[in-house]
């Protein structure tokens, strides 16, 4: 049926829309009141068939107008397009697929990217003209019309790649089988558009790799050979990433081509485009990770790494030399306060820690390094007599327009920091006495850099502590690096509080001698940094506290630590995203400083009781509560909160009494956000251990809502959120003994499935289920005890996975409370039980201990020796010997 038959714009109507469009792309106008005025347009019935009427036909109108009208059209097609009429949805498709060749790219491109939002919203079974208008285009031999198709389908290609590789009633043969010959013929097509959008549709199915592609692939891989050379750079860049995502998934169809592959990418490693540079750097990460045979790779390491070493000096137009030269008096500018990620409070074995918390810029120059970094990971060794003369090479030159070489030198050595570090360990006297000068060379970036490879060593030199000279290393690096925080280049100064950082956490009490040193350093910083330095300052401040504990608790160190910090703490307004770094560097001290924070604790613990608060108001009202909603507020005060229970104990106890934090957490507890769930689950068992009969009066609640966490669905969701809900209800388990009854049958059966279907799961997870429900069974046994037969052996599995602690403790004692409520429970699963009582290497409570040998001697005794020993034997020898502590 032909568009015009379906519908026709009024004169006076499209006038209107297209005035308001004209507007709204005007950058003199009101745009929120061009915004309103279009938002009361779409509740005409018709507003989008005008849109789309516009973006095909509004040739008199300029492009920018038209494009408007397709990208507002697409936006409201997403929300809106399931309510249309069915006359209306049909008018729009045939306008669309009528514009698939106009004859303006910008048009075409439109038109392709609301097509792929409709195949999103209909799939392509709703839509059977496309498939039939897309070949008709491709099959034209007008560049307009197989451009405009590509287009689309490329855009289909790369959101939904699985639509087109599924039946579609009607059709002989799934799309993509019908597509793919077709494409692969465009990799011969004269226009480099054509043979970028036909590679590239192609290459988002190697993933997932449907039939038609493995049928095709010495096709399509003959066909990336044919493109290697291609002199579009955009072609080239999408060959490269062809072979490093076939490396990564199907490594076998390159081994055949393996020396091919590698030799043209050691070509296109040093292309005159850096993209497709750096595209073809990224195939010798994937290599190495793909565990594919080293030796494969090991003949080609002289050439590569010299085009590594080669990519890792600065580029002429890297950012980061233009703002290089930034002295600390220069303010920060607000697109250089990068945003930062806060990570939720997590309770378990298996914390991982970003090493950035900040969005960095990829370049050539950080993948080559990072290129280099692998290798030495997987040669070890064997690179350092092909690298080691280069390095030597590049740190000869001393004048001033060879720097980048020295800089790229100094950034290799700390790349195989790690992976070569047998190699040169022998040599680090030596490396950190070269290095050491460095840190005042002339050029910042020189002295940045060199900070950073000092920290790569951080472990090895603190490890050599007790050897000769080696305290006096680890002194020059400590100096070193302190009179670099103080450095008046911002740069410099960054480089060297992230690297001051790691080497506290390495150093760790080490570092008690210096404590006094080192907070004059970091305080003066501290009146010196601007605000984006600040962060990574207080990042430093709170690492050292975690790093020295108890020790940072004494008058001279809290007389130069806090006041400056309160003084800051103060200043800062509710709404300012400064307070963040602040919140956790305080949430350090706190733990650090134990019963000794309480002198600061009121007014932090107010201000983040407010800041809950103000937060919770803004999600309802920002106007009311002056400030725009962001959660992180929340998730940095509840972690606060946290530190501050964890330091002071049951000094807390009189702060949460005085405040409404009770109803506030059970708030949080319930928020629709992740992430604010899991850190006031992490909140609340920590304030079961130390106060809980201050959550006595919405314990049912708290209950109830940490059960809910734990559904398989719940779990699949927010995994961290079920680990953390898990472990405070073995917190309030111990705590508040059979009130905890309501909820134990229907928690103990979801922490079952847990420990039954542990595929995927994290570790923690596992490890708190176990110990949860060990520690329901131990204070109700005659709940959990009738059940023990249905999963005894999986809990024992798990049980044996957990090092020994007082968490652990609680479990086994759980253990034997369920032995003695029901020893018949457990007698077909023996060998489980002996093997969770011989993964402990020390249990330190003598009472357990008791315990532990009376229910192993008591089965003794109920078996007789006989099928006791039988038991025995089916362990394995080390399991038996363990036991041996135990049974008489």
């Given at each position: 049926?032909a568009?015009?038959?379906?519908?026709?714009?009024?004169?006076?109507?499209?006038?209107?829309?297209?005035?308001?469009?004209?507007?709204?792309?005007?950058?003199?106008?009101?745009?929120f009141?061009?915004?309103?005025?279009?938002?009361?347009?779409?509740?005409?019935?018709d507003?989008?068939?005008?849109?789309v009427?516009?973006?095909a036909?509004?040739?008199?109108k300029?492009?920018?107008?038209?494009q408007a009208?397709?990208?507002?059209?697409?936006?409201?097609?997403?929300a809106?397009f399931?309510?249309?009429?069915?006359?209306?949805?049909?008018?729009?498709?045939?306008?669309?697929?009528?514009?698939?060749?106009?004859?303006?790219?910008?048009?075409?491109s439109?038109?392709?990217?609301?097509?792929s939002?409709?195949?999103?919203?209909?799939?392509?079974?709703?839509?059977?003209?496309?498939?039939?208008?897309?070949?008709?285009?491709?099959?034209?031999?007008?560049?307009?019309?197989?451009?405009?198709?590509?287009?689309a389908?490329?855009?289909?290609c790369?959101?939904?790649?699985?639509?087109?590789?599924?039946?579609?009633?009607?059709?002989?043969?799934?799309?993509?089988?019908?597509?793919m010959p077709?494409?692969?013929?465009?990799?011969q097509?004269?226009?480099?558009?054509?043979r970028?959008?036909?590679?590239?549709?192609?290459?988002?199915?190697?993933?997932?790799?449907?039939?038609?592609?493995?049928?095709?692939?010495?096709?399509?891989?003959?066909?990336?050979?044919?493109?290697a050379?291609?002199?579009?750079?955009?072609?080239?860049?999408?060959?490269?990433?062809?072979?490093?995502?076939l490396?990564?998934?199907?490594?076998?169809?390159?081994?055949?081509?393996?020396?091919?592959v590698?030799?043209?990418l050691?070509?296109?490693?040093?292309?005159?485009?850096d993209?497709?540079?750096?595209?073809?750097?990224?195939f010798?990460?994937?290599?190495?990770d793909?565990?594919?045979?080293?030796?494969?790779?090991r003949?080609?390491?002289?050439?590569?790494?010299?085009?590594?070493?080669?990519?890792?000096?600065?580029?002429?137009?890297?950012?980061?030399?233009?703002?290089?030269?930034?002295?600390?008096?220069?303010?920060?500018?607000?697109?250089d306060?990068?945003?930062?990620?806060?990570?939720?409070?997590?309770?378990?074995?298996?914390?991982?820690e970003?090493?950035?918390?900040?969005?960095?810029?990829?370049?050539?120059?950080?993948?080559?390094?990072?290129?280099?970094?692998?290798?030495s990971?997987?040669?070890?060794?064997?690179?350092?007599?092909?690298?080691?003369?280069?390095?030597q090479?590049?740190?000869?030159?001393?004048?001033?327009?060879?720097?980048?070489?020295?800089?790229a030198?100094?950034?290799?050595?700390?790349?195989?920091?790690?992976?070569?570090?047998?190699?040169?360990?022998?040599?680090?006297?030596?490396i950190?006495?070269?290095?050491?000068?460095?840190?005042?060379?002339?050029?910042?970036?020189?002295?940045?850099?060199?900070?950073w490879?000092?920290?790569?060593?951080?472990?090895?030199?603190v490890?050599?502590?007790?050897?000769?000279?080696?305290?006096?290393?680890?002194?020059?690096?400590?100096?070193?690096?302190?009179?670099?925080?103080?450095?008046?280049?911002k740069?410099?100064?960054?480089a060297?509080?992230?690297?001051?950082a790691t080497?506290?956490?390495?150093?760790?009490?080490?570092?008690?001698?210096?404590?006094?040193?080192?907070?004059?350093h970091?305080?003066?910083a501290?009146?010196?940094?601007?605000?984006?330095?600040?962060?990574?300052?207080?990042?430093?401040?709170?690492t050292?506290?975690?790093?020295?504990?108890?020790?940072?608790?004494?008058?001279?160190?809290?007389?130069?630590?806090?006041?400056?910090?309160?003084?800051?703490?103060?200043?800062?307004?509710?709404?300012?995203?400064?307070?963040?770094?602040?919140?956790?560097?305080?949430?350090?001290?706190?733990?650090?400083?134990?019963?000794g924070?309480?002198?600061f604790?009121?007014?932090?613990?107010?201000?983040?009781?407010?800041?809950?608060?103000?937060?919770?108001?803004?999600?309802?009202?920002?106007?009311?509560?002056?400030?725009?909603?962001?959660k992180?507020?929340i998730?940095?005060s509840?972690?606060?909160?946290?530190?501050?229970?964890?330091?002071?104990?049951?000094?807390?106890?009189n702060l949460?009494?005085?405040?409404n934090?009770?109803?506030?957490?059970?708030?949080c507890?319930?928020?629709?956000?992740?992430?604010?769930?899991?850190?006031?689950?992490?909140?609340?068992?920590?304030?079961?251990?130390?106060c809980?009969?201050?959550?006595?009066?919405?314990?049912?609640?708290?209950?109830?809502?940490?059960?809910?966490?734990l559904?398989?669905?719940?779990?699949?969701?927010?995994?961290?959120?079920?680990?953390?809900a898990?472990?405070a209800?073995?917190?309030l388990a111990?705590?508040?003994?059979?009130e905890?009854?309501?909820?134990?049958?229907?928690?103990?059966?979801?922490?079952?499935?847990?420990?039954?279907?542990?595929?995927?799961?994290?570790k923690?997870?596992?490890e708190n289920?176990?110990?949860?429900?060990?520690?329901?069974?131990?204070v109700?046994?005659?709940?959990?005890?009738?059940?023990?037969?249905?999963?005894?052996?999986?809990?024992c599995?798990?049980?044996?996975?957990?090092?020994?602690?007082?968490e652990?403790?609680?479990?086994?004692r759980?253990?034997?409370?369920?032995?003695?409520?029901?020893?018949?429970?457990?007698l077909?699963?023996?060998?489980?039980?002996?093997?969770?009582?011989?993964?402990w290497?020390?249990?330190?409570?003598?009472?357990?201990?008791?315990?532990?040998c009376?229910?192993?001697?008591g089965?003794?005794?109920?078996l007789?020796?006989g099928?006791?020993e039988q038991?025995?034997s089916?362990?394995?020898?080390p399991?038996?010997?363990?036991?041996?502590?135990?049974?008489?």
């Amino acid at each position: 049926m032909a568009a015009a038959a379906l519908w026709q714009p009024r004169e006076e109507g499209l006038r209107e829309i297209c005035g308001l469009l004209e507007q709204h792309i005007s950058p003199t106008s009101d745009q929120f009141r061009m915004w309103q005025q279009l938002q009361h347009c779409n509740q005409l019935p018709d507003f989008n068939n005008y849109l789309v009427f516009i973006l095909a036909h509004a040739e008199g109108k300029s492009l920018e107008v038209r494009q408007a009208a397709g990208l507002l059209l697409k936006n409201n097609i997403r929300a809106t397009f399931s309510s249309l009429s069915s006359s209306y949805q049909q008018y729009i498709k045939s306008e669309l697929l009528s514009c698939l060749g106009a004859s303006d790219r910008t048009i075409r491109s439109t038109v392709g990217t609301i097509i792929s939002v409709l195949v999103q919203l209909e799939r392509v079974a709703g839509w059977p003209e496309l498939l039939q208008a897309l070949a008709q285009c491709l099959a034209s031999n007008d560049f307009n019309h197989m451009e405009g198709a590509m287009d689309a389908i490329y855009k289909i290609c790369e959101d939904i790649p699985e639509e087109l590789d599924l039946d579609v009633p009607g059709l002989l043969e799934r799309p993509i089988n019908f597509f793919m010959p077709r494409l692969l013929q465009f990799f011969q097509s004269p226009h480099a558009i054509l043979r970028k959008l036909s590679l590239g549709s192609i290459n988002q199915f190697i993933v997932v790799m449907p039939a038609a592609l493995f049928m095709s692939m010495d096709q399509y891989l003959q066909g990336l050979f044919h493109l290697a050379y291609d002199p579009s750079a955009d072609v080239r860049k999408l060959v490269c990433s062809a072979f490093v995502q076939l490396i990564e998934v199907r490594p076998s169809f390159l081994e055949p081509h393996l020396r091919s592959v590698i030799e043209f990418l050691l070509k296109a490693n040093e292309d005159h485009d850096d993209e497709v540079a750096l595209e073809a750097c990224e195939f010798w990460s994937a290599y190495c990770d793909g565990n594919l045979p080293p030796d494969g790779l090991r003949e080609y390491l002289p050439r590569l790494i010299l085009i590594l070493m080669s990519n890792m000096a600065y580029a002429e137009d890297d950012e980061t030399l233009f703002d290089a030269e930034e002295d600390e008096s220069c303010p920060d500018r607000d697109q250089d306060l990068k945003p930062r990620f806060h990570s939720s409070r997590f309770h378990g074995s298996d914390v991982t820690e970003e090493d950035e918390d900040t969005v960095n810029v990829w370049n050539l120059r950080k993948c080559s390094a990072a290129g280099l970094d692998i290798l030495s990971n997987v040669f070890g060794d064997d690179i350092l007599p092909t690298l080691m003369p280069l390095i030597q090479q590049k740190l000869s030159t001393s004048n001033d327009s060879s720097w980048k070489e020295r800089e790229a030198a100094v950034l290799s050595i700390g790349a195989i920091a790690e992976g070569c570090i047998n190699g040169l360990y022998p040599h680090l006297p030596q490396i950190v006495t070269f290095l050491i000068p460095l840190l005042d060379d002339k050029f910042p970036l020189i002295r940045s850099i060199t900070c950073w490879t000092l920290s790569r060593f951080s472990k090895f030199i603190v490890q050599s502590i007790g050897q000769q000279n080696g305290y006096e290393q680890f002194d020059k690096i400590l100096t070193g690096l302190l009179r670099r925080i103080l450095d008046t280049n911002k740069r410099v100064q960054e480089a060297a509080c992230s690297a001051f950082a790691t080497l506290e956490e390495e150093a760790a009490e080490e570092l008690t001698p210096h404590l006094e040193t080192i907070l004059q350093h970091l305080l003066c910083a501290y009146g010196k940094y601007q605000r984006r330095n600040l962060r990574i300052l207080y990042d430093a401040i709170g690492t050292l506290a975690d790093a020295v504990g108890s020790d940072l608790n004494q008058p001279k160190y809290l007389e130069v630590l806090m006041p400056p910090l309160i003084t800051k703490w103060q200043q800062l307004p509710n709404s300012d995203k400064d307070l963040f770094p602040l919140l956790e560097c305080f949430t350090s001290i706190a733990q650090a400083l134990g019963p000794g924070f309480s002198q600061f604790a009121e007014p932090v613990f107010q201000r983040c009781i407010s800041l809950i608060q103000i937060q919770q108001l803004a999600k309802v009202d920002h106007v009311a509560a002056g400030v725009q909603y962001e959660k992180e507020f929340i998730v940095c005060s509840l972690d606060l909160l946290s530190g501050l229970a964890e330091g002071l104990g049951s000094r807390i106890e009189n702060l949460v009494a005085s405040s409404n934090l009770r109803d506030l957490l059970l708030q949080c507890c319930m928020d629709q956000a992740a992430d604010i769930r899991q850190s006031a689950f992490a909140l609340l068992g920590d304030l079961a251990r130390v106060c809980p009969a201050h959550l006595h009066p919405r314990l049912a609640d708290f209950l109830r809502v940490a059960a809910e966490q734990l559904s398989t669905v719940a779990i699949k969701e927010a995994a961290s959120v079920a680990n953390n809900a898990c472990w405070a209800i073995g917190e309030l388990a111990v705590q508040v003994h059979q009130e905890i009854a309501p909820i134990v049958l229907t928690v103990v059966s979801c922490l079952v499935h847990v420990i039954q279907n542990p595929e995927g799961l994290n570790k923690s997870l596992l490890e708190n289920s176990a110990i949860t429900i060990g520690r329901l069974a131990l204070v109700c046994p005659e709940l959990v005890a009738p059940h023990t037969e249905h999963f005894i052996q999986s809990w024992c599995t798990t049980l044996c996975m957990i090092r020994d602690d007082y968490e652990k403790e609680d479990a086994f004692r759980g253990l034997c409370a369920i032995v003695r409520a029901n020893p018949s429970g457990i007698l077909s699963s023996l060998a489980y039980l002996c093997r969770a009582v011989a993964s402990w290497h020390e249990i330190r409570s003598q009472d357990l201990h008791n315990d532990i040998c009376h229910v192993l001697n008591g089965y003794k005794q109920m078996l007789g020796n006989g099928a006791w020993e039988q038991c025995i034997s089916t362990l394995e020898p080390p399991v038996v010997q363990r036991l041996s502590r135990f049974v008489v």
